[in-house]
């Protein structure tokens, strides 16, 4: 069974190909009576597309999206809705010397285990290329949440992080890396640039951090906010980590130094600290909600590494073409989506059990 589906109250699916005619998602549970259009989509495609600096895949796509249902006189109906962008600049033929052998770290070899074929071409749904549909999903999403604000952002480029001291919200749309520290933007510059003349690939650590969720979104085991955030963050594409709160770092600390101190306050308690990442039990404590994603390095690159063929003869690949030379860049507002789908379903599965706006 393959799974294109996600979400329980808000459910969004996605489908199509990194070089097929389209791309595209269909977002079902949307409450109706939301102002909704296009141009309240496009902002949020527009920070992901490609092509719009050296650090990015020189791919060229406008990425403007199509609502094709579920919206009337600008507002949602309440059924489903349906969003298409369309793909305009594939280069099928540079990815000809894999059609019959695998990339390495690629997801080439495990798709080819499990159906018998697959789409060579851009690497089909495992491309990047999906994720376009996550973000329009996402800007819906947001609809849902307009108590909640989600900013994120990079913190680490090839093992090069930032300054916590020097944190500037102000910097992070000021660079291409939505990077909140001036100064470790400046290297990243050179870093990423040397990797993209090298034909290399270098990998990043995204954290996100939403505001503004009140407490009691979640729930006990098997629904966990944090749980499904991790389910929801783990699957786009190139993950391969993700912390909530302190992460693994609560694993080095001791219990009265991990714990989030309260104090009594006008609305709730008022915590000293938020190890937690906002959420306890599954279910969130009204402080912010922290997460962090680590993306890997982009399978394809130039450099030659021993691989075999479909026939399972030794070969070696490398991949021609456009590619990101740090996809967490543009994965950056990838999470941001993620985060927005998956609280706006914890809002509404909230509501539906508990009552309340």
């Known amino acids: 069974m393959s799974w294109n589906t996600f979400g329980r109250a808000l459910r969004f ?13 269909v977002v079902d549970g949307c409450p109706p009576g939301l102002d909704l259009a296009e141009a309240d989509i496009q902002p949020f495609l527009d920070a992901r597309r490609p092509g719009q600096n050296r650090f990015t895949t020189q791919r060229q796509e406008p990425d403007a999206v199509r609502i094709l249902s579920g919206v009337f006189e600008g507002r949602t ?148 906010l944090d749980a499904d955030l991790a389910a929801g963050l783990m699957g786009i594409n190139a993950v391969k980590g993700v912390e909530i709160g302190e992460g693994f770092g609560a694993a080095r600390l001791r219990g009265e130094d991990n714990a989030d101190p ?13 190890h937690a990442g906002g959420i306890v039990g599954g279910i969130s404590t009204g402080q912010p909600v922290v997460c962090r994603v680590a993306f890997k390095p982009t399978s394809s690159f130039f450099t030659p590494v021993e691989s075999v063929t479909r026939d399972g003869e030794a070969a070696q690949v490398r991949t021609k073409g456009r590619h990101d030379p740090c996809v967490g860049i543009r994965g950056t507002p990838v999470v941001e989506a993620m985060m927005a789908l998956v609280l706006a379903d914890h809002k509404l599965l909230h509501r539906a059990q508990c009552g309340g706006d």
């Not at 594939?90 to 770290?105: L, V």
């Not at 070899?109 to 994720?131: I, M, P, V």
């Not at 900013?151 to 992080?161: H, K, L, R």
């Not at 309260?262 to 938020?274: K, L, V, W, Y």
């Open 262 to 274: 309260m104090r009594p306050g006008a609305n709730g308690p008022d915590f000293a600290s938020n």
């Open 13 to 25: 699916t996605t489908w199509g190909e990194s070089h097929g005619p389209a791309i595209g998602a």
């Open 77 to 224: 109906t309440g059924t489903p809705i349906s969003l298409l962008i369309e793909n305009t600049d594939q280069r099928s033929k540079d990815y000809s010397e894999i059609a019959n052998a695998y990339r390495p770290g690629h997801a080439d070899y495990a798709y080819d285990a499990k159906y018998g074929l697959r789409d060579y071409r851009g690497g089909g749904r495992s491309s990047a290329r999906e994720t376009a549909m996550r973000v329009a999903a996402g800007a819906v999403a947001r609809l849902v949440l307009p108590e909640v604000s989600i900013s994120a952002y990079v913190t680490e480029i090839g093992g090069d992080a930032i300054d916590p001291s020097s944190f500037d919200a102000t910097e992070i749309g000021n660079n291409p890396f939505w990077c909140p520290d001036a100064e470790a933007a400046k290297r990243w510059e050179e870093l990423v640039s040397e990797a993209r003349l090298a034909g290399s690939s270098l990998g990043a650590v995204v954290e996100c951090v939403a505001e503004g969720v009140p407490a009691g979104w979640g729930a006990p085991l098997y629904a966990k």
